[in-house]
Structures are given as structure tokens and as C-alpha cells.
């Protein structure tokens, strides 16, 4: 790109040239014009009140499956002391700003705002920052309070926060830690939009957050649209680099921005190829066989009913993240450093991954962190409002001895 002389004299080359931003070599992907699941339309908005967990909160599923989300990880003393500071985060939105009645004099040129967005984003802490374009069919009709959503902004500018890994490591995937391993994540990412947001407004440029329980978009949509990974078999979106240990919220914007777009590292083929996550995922709630046709395009179809029933009748941990703890794209070696030499060829992204999918098998997919590296307390709360030490089958144990998939569910 041209560099214009008198705007280097005010900018940092960085705004400018290709170096990587982030500590991941996003760039260095390969980047296709549409995501790599076929997409054959129409695709028809969603309500967010119709997805699984508000769905079960209304009461669509019985009223055992109702009283047990209100209950769902504040019952563990992690958990709530999360959820207490989440509530006054998703009280930000009561006391956003106004959009500035005049733009500021920032440089026209989409690709150094970009770059400058992508820069604040890593500076507030993202893992990994996309841009992309919004799909309509992406954004809401209505909120969680029923309002009707309006969103006539053309960018979304995602952030994506890793879960810790360690921590995941050391879970067995359903235990008390899983659910606040997100919501330590959905804090994070929630700041960095409000941040965004508020920064955009100040500069004239109208921008909304969505986060959290102030979602007003799909996320997997805007996943792909930005670069941020393919569909797996999970039927969520999976980052070559972050596996699914992530969470992902977006800032939706009308400032002209340079976009990322899809992007295409083989994921299609591999999923079919592999069913770990559905074969080790205890409610069977992951496809183990070929995608299909729903609202519009093809997908590995999440059967969202079952999984979030576990989730909440969990009585042997809080919601559950078994599929993403087993997926060889969670690997140990997936750091930074680990890409540091690292020219985009898939030979070696790929190696990495099989390298993680045996050492799954011979380890009867337990990971030996598990024995070493447990330091969260097991406590749950009572009907009585009691911290106790759960009691019941150990899992744990017995997935050491058997498949989970053949283990009862119950």
C-alpha cells in the first residue's frame, strides 16, 4: 500500500506495513472469499430469547431443567463471585455514551483503521482480533427483554479471549471450574467491546457492543466472516491456533474498515475424519455423522436441547466443555512461541494436531495434568445455601477405565 508521507510523520509504520500484530500469525493464513461450509441460503434471523439456555429458563424443557439454570454456577463459590462482578458489567449498556456530533481527524484509509482497532484490541488484552463484514441474518430480531433489534452497521470487529489453558487441562471437562473458566473469559471480552464501543463513539463513528447477556448477534457467523476459524463438528467455529478453548464478542460498526474474511486450513475434511468430540461428549449431543442443511447452510447440527440439559443437571460439575478439552486442536503446544518460525504451511500446523490426537488415544483421552494440576476447591451450594463437598459417581475415575461415550448418562 502507498504510504502517505505526511501522515508517516504522525503514525507508526505499524498502521502501515504487514508486521503481525497480535500474538498469533493470523496473517499467515490463508484466506478464501466465502466460509469453507457450503452456505446455500436463505438464512433466516433468529429471536435470542429461542436459543437452548433462555429457552430452558422459560421453562420450555420442564420445570426440573427451569430451577436448575437459575441455580447454574453461582451454585460454586468461583462461579458466583464471577457472575456477581458480570451483572455490573452487563449494566454498562444502561450508560453508554452518545456518538460524538463530529469525527475526528483520523487517517481515510481503511486498512491503517483497521490496524489501529486490531492494535487496541491486543493492547486491552484479545488473544486474537478479527474484522469482517456483518451478515444480516447474523444479528437478532429481538433482545432477551423482547425488544425488536436494529443493526444497520456493515463491520464487526471481533475479540477472542482464550480460556485458561492449564486449568482446562487439569478439568476433566464437566467439573465445577468449566463453567467460571468462561465467564472469566466473557469478562474480558466484555470490557474489551464496551472499550471498543465507547472509543468508536468518541470519534464520531456510531459502534454497539455485543457481549454477554447483551449479545445482539450469532457469534459463529461473524466467526467466520472475520478469519476467525472454520465449523467443526462441534457446530461451533474452531480457530486454527485456540482450538474451541475461546469466547468470542464483537464490536458492530458503520467506520469503512479493511476486512480479514474467511478463512481455509483443511478443517472441513478433518472433521469428517475425526468424531473424538462426539464420540467422548456425554450427552451425545455432537453429530457423528454428515453435516446437513439448517437455516440455510450446511453444519454439523449441535443437538443444543441435549447439550444444555447436561449442562444444567450437571451435578458432578457446572455445565460441561468435554468436547473442547478432547479436540486435538486444543493442544499443550499452542503457545505463542510455538508459531514463532511458523510460514503457513499446513504440513506443520497439522502435525502439531496429530501429535495431540495420539497422545489423546494412549492416554485413554485423560489428560495427565489432571492428577497434577487441580487447584480449584470442589465445594456446591446446598438448597440450604450450604457449601458442601459433592458427592456421587466419580467420572473422573471411571473415564480412566472406560470410554465416556459407553459410561450411563443420567
Not at 439448517?294 to 466443555?321: P, R
Amino acid at each position: 500500500m502507498e504510504k502517505i508521507p505526511n501522515e508517516r510523520l504522525r503514525f507508526r509504520d505499524i498502521l502501515y506495513d504487514n508486521e503481525q500484530l497480535g500474538p498469533f500469525p493470523t496473517q499467515l493464513l490463508r484466506h478464501v472469499d466465502r466460509p469453507t461450509n457450503r452456505i446455500v441460503g436463505p438464512i433466516e434471523r433468529r429471536d435470542h430469547r429461542e436459543t437452548a439456555f433462555f429457552q430452558a429458563a422459560r421453562g420450555d424443557f420442564g420445570e426440573k431443567i427451569r430451577q436448575g439454570i437459575f441455580r447454574l454456577t453461582k451454585r460454586f463459590p468461583i462461579g458466583g463471585a464471577l457472575m456477581d462482578i458480570q451483572e455490573h458489567i452487563n449494566a454498562i449498556k444502561d450508560h453508554r455514551i452518545r456518538t460524538a456530533p463530529k469525527r475526528a481527524p483520523i487517517p481515510d484509509h481503511p486498512r491503517v483503521r483497521s490496524r489501529h482497532l486490531k492494535s487496541l484490541g491486543y493492547f486491552l488484552g484479545a488473544d486474537i482480533v478479527g474484522i469482517g463484514k456483518l451478515p444480516p441474518s447474523a444479528v437478532y430480531t429481538h433482545d432477551l427483554d423482547g425488544t425488536p433489534i436494529d443493526a444497520p452497521f456493515k463491520y464487526a470487529i471481533v475479540f477472542v479471549c482464550r480460556k485458561d489453558q492449564m486449568t482446562i487441562r487439569a478439568s476433566n471437562g464437566w467439573e465445577q471450574i468449566v463453567d467460571p473458566a468462561s465467564f472469566q473469559t466473557y469478562q474480558r471480552i466484555a470490557l474489551q467491546s464496551e472499550v471498543v464501543a465507547n472509543y468508536l463513539r468518541r470519534l464520531g463513528w456510531d459502534a454497539e457492543p455485543s457481549n454477554s447477556k447483551n449479545y445482539l448477534t450469532l457469534m459463529p457467523p461473524i466467526l467466520l466472516e472475520a478469519g476467525i476459524g472454520e465449523v467443526c463438528r462441534m457446530g461451533i467455529v474452531l480457530n486454527p491456533f485456540l482450538g474451541t478453548n475461546y469466547k468470542a464478542s464483537c464490536v458492530l460498526t458503520d467506520m469503512e474498515l479493511e476486512i480479514d474474511g474467511p478463512v481455509d486450513f483443511g478443517l472441513q475434511e478433518y472433521c469428517r475424519n475425526c468424531d473424538i468430540c462426539a464420540e467422548q461428549c456425554p450427552s451425545g449431543a455432537v453429530s457423528k455423522g454428515e453435516q446437513i442443511l439448517y437455516n440455510g447452510y450446511y453444519t454439523w447440527k449441535l443437538n443444543t436441547t441435549a447439550c444444555s440439559n447436561f449442562d444444567i443437571l450437571n451435578q458432578e460439575g457446572c455445565v460441561c466443555g468435554r468436547c473442547t478439552k478432547v479436540c486435538p486442536w486444543t493442544r499443550p503446544h499452542s503457545q505463542p512461541e510455538d508459531f514463532a518460525g511458523w510460514d503457513g504451511g499446513l504440513d506443520a500446523l497439522y502435525r502439531g494436531v496429530e501429535a495431540q490426537r495420539r497422545s489423546l488415544a494412549e492416554n485413554n483421552y485423560v489428560d495427565p495434568m489432571e492428577a497434577t494440576h487441580k487447584w480449584w476447591f470442589e465445594l456446591d451450594e446446598n438448597m440450604d445455601g450450604d457449601l458442601v463437598i459433592p458427592t456421587g459417581l466419580n467420572r473422573n475415575k471411571l473415564c480412566r477405565e472406560y470410554p465416556l461415550a459407553k459410561m450411563p448418562v443420567t
